[in-house]
């Protein structure tokens, strides 16, 4: 299993970025995105089932949608007025209902700055 991040980058504060996971061999039934700060532990941003069920952490407050195409076996993640505190590595995952998140990617960096 191969999950490879793309789309990340450096952004003004109110951007948008879209990133992508592109998932390889089987379709996952569960595919989350998470985030880790400098210094800080990782965490949940959200996840997204094989049927578009979505959960979001509270700090995402609308400003992230989480998005799926099971054709292409890839998951994305839209970021909407993006803020300097969103600043960080972010990783996609990928597992069943059981063990959500057993498969992991890189990770892709973004970076909010003035």
Known sequence: V???????????????LRLSCAASGRVFDT???????????????????VRDRTTYADFVKGRFTISRDNAKN???????????????????SAG???NKFVNWGQGTQVTVSS
Request: charged share 15%; glycine share 14%.
């Open 74 to 92: 890839t998951v994305y993640l839209q970021m909407n007025s993006l803020k300097l505190g969103d600043t960080a590595v972010y990783f996609c």
């Open 31 to 49: 595919m989350a995105w998470h985030r880790q700060a400098p210094g800080l532990q990782r965490e949940l941003i959200g996840l997204i089932t």
């Open 96 to 98: 069943d209902p059981r």
């Open 2 to 16: 191969q999950l490879v991040e793309s789309g990340g980058g450096s952004v003004r504060p109110g951007g948008s």
